[in-house]
């Protein structure tokens, strides 16, 4: 289920299902974006990134759905695993030059849950 | 070998003192970086290094004083500590812009 105001969107699943998670960005001008996983006790993990020129990118059982139109992200993890279990960001870069200079703007975040 | 590396891992300290976080990077980035990250788990960018020239700084107090010796190395001093800068704070370097960023493990800091 999800919960929304001061925690963090969370999703449960069962071992073998598909996830996905989303995430809307704000800015059209942003040009690239990333997903990262991140556990407990650790740093962000980079999983899969996408430029605006394109509309999917396929990973290891991760794959990233970029919807300009929209401003929507999402991250579908095939057949999830207990080890997925983490905090999910996914994070936009509005491109070099000027104060937008490698700056990454990342979004809420979604605890991902799976149940054994 | 730890690509992105930050000591301490734990800091614990009183108010009104001055402490010191470091990073280093075995990447051979040229850009490094320090991110916030608040209770919330909200990650906030506060300032960006490339070649050792500040080009990111956020709006972050002046209490807050970032270093980079070398394109290796940034590292991140506040004075006078309050309580709402207990947080997780990470390093993270990249090569070049609109590129991804590697973290390090972050360093959780607490203001009694």
């Known amino acids: 289920g999800e919960s929304v105001g001061l925690h963090l969107p969370t999703l449960s699943v069962q071992e073998g299902d598909n996830s996905i998670i989303n995430c809307a960005y704000s800015?059209?001008?942003?040009?690239?974006f990333i997903w990262y996983k991140q556990e407990s006790g650790k740093g962000p993990q980079f999983i899969i990134d996408?430029?605006?020129?394109?509309d999917k990118r396929q990973g290891q059982r991760v794959t990233v759905l970029l919807n300009k139109t929209v401003k929507h992200l999402s991250l579908q993890i095939a057949a999830t695993q207990p080890g997925d279990s983490a905090v999910y960001f996914c994070?936009?870069?509005?491109?070099?030059?000027?104060?937008?200079?490698?700056?990454?703007?990342f979004g809420q975040g979604t605890i991902l849950t799976v149940h054994p | 070998d730890t690509a992105v590396s930050q000591t301490p891992k734990y800091l614990v300290t009183q108010m009104g003192n001055d402490k010191s976080i470091k990073c280093e990077q075995n990447?051979?980035?040229?850009?490094m970086y320090w991110y916030k990250q608040d209770s919330k788990k909200f990650l906030k960018i506060m300032f960006s290094?490339?070649?050792?020239?500040?080009?990111i700084n956020e709006t972050v107090p002046n209490r807050f004083s970032p270093k980079s010796p070398d394109k290796a190395h940034l590292n991140l001093h506040i004075n006078s500590l309050e309580l709402g800068d207990s947080a997780v704070y990470f390093c993270?370097?990249?090569?070049?812009?609109?590129?991804?960023?590697?973290f390090g493990e972050g360093s959780r800091l607490t203001v009694l």
């Open positions: 290094y490339n070649n050792k020239e500040l080009i």
């Open positions: 994070a936009e870069n509005t491109g070099a030059g000027g104060t937008s200079y490698g700056k990454l703007t």
């Open positions: 996408i430029r605006s020129n394109m």
């Open positions: 800015n059209s001008a942003s040009d690239y």
């Open positions: 990447l051979g980035h040229d850009t």
């Open positions: 993270a370097s990249s090569q070049g812009a609109a590129v991804g960023l590697f």
